[in-house]
Structure formats: C-alpha cells, structure tokens
C-alpha cells in the first residue's frame, strides 16, 4: 500500500506540474491573433467563432500547446495514463479478469484518441499520434498477457 501511495502521489504532483507549464504555455494562443481559427476547436465548438482573446477557452490552451511546445503536454498524457493504470492495477490486480477489461477499454480508448489526432498537419500531432497508438497496443497486449495467464492457470486446475 506504501508503495501506491507513493507512486501516485508523484505522479499527481507532477501532472500538476506539467499540467500548470502546459496551461502557460498554451496561453501564447491570446497574442496570436491568425491562429484562433486553427486552434479553438472547444471555443469554436461551444461558442462559434473567436473575435476576442477574452472569448477563448481554457481547454484551447492545451491545444495550442499540443500543436506549438508539446513536451509537458506529452509530460501530462504520459502521467495521466501512468495514474490510472496504476489506480486500475491496485483496485482489480485480486480481479484479473476485470483488469482485462479495464486495460482492453483504456487500450480502446486510446486507439480512438490516436485516431482524431491522426490527420494532425504538425510534427507534434503525429508525435501524440504516436504515443496514443504505442500506448494504446501496450495497454491491449499487456491485457492479452494477462487474459492467457488466467487461462493458462485455469487450464492447470482444470487438469490436476
């Protein structure tokens, strides 16, 4: 239990550390006027067009700093899916096969992100591409892994 605590209270703190950089640095979106059309899609989404800086939600900070200065955003996903595959991992490790479950929808998950990042015309976006896709086979092979264990243990009572 020392061991989870420990490792999600790092893991907490430096997403929120990486999430505070990300947010400044996607704040650079205010003074750059040419690429709001590019780079609100939550704005666009909810309100329409962006006329003014003061129109420009905060979740487009993310965006503009995905598209422009990825690394703490890449820090945020990286810690985001650490986290809860680690919450996953203590809460159903007694329960494999729910684990299996658990990994296979976060594996899914994950392909779906890949894909709505996949047309992405910046070198960022095809390095988040690339992360959700490894992410995404790592999660659904370790799942397989651990599915042909709990039937290989089941093969073995079966058969004694």
Not at 75 to 88: D, E
Not at 110 to 121: A, G, H
Not at 125 to 139: A, P, R
């Amino acid at each position: 239990m020392i061991r989870f605590v420990i490792q999600s209270s790092v893991s907490i703190a430096l997403l929120l550390f990486s999430t505070a950089v990300a947010w400044y640095e996607g704040s650079a979106i205010l003074d750059n006027p040419w690429e709001w059309r590019y780079s609100t899609p939550f704005t666009q989404l909810l309100y329409g067009v962006v006329n003014n800086p003061s129109d420009i939600s905060q979740l487009d900070y993310f965006v503009y700093a995905s598209k422009f200065q990825p690394t703490f955003p890449i820090i945020m996903i990286l810690n985001s899916l650490y986290l809860l595959i680690l919450i996953g991992y203590n809460t159903l490790k007694q329960k494999r096969k729910w684990l299996v479950f658990y990994l296979t929808f976060l594996g899914g998950g994950l392909f779906l992100i890949s894909y709505f990042t996949s047309y992405s015309p910046t070198v960022s976006g095809h390095i988040l591409f690339s992360i959700f896709i490894i992410c995404g086979l790592l999660c659904i092979s370790t799942a397989l892994i651990i599915n042909f264990q709990v039937l290989k243990i089941k093969v073995n009572k079966v058969t004694n």
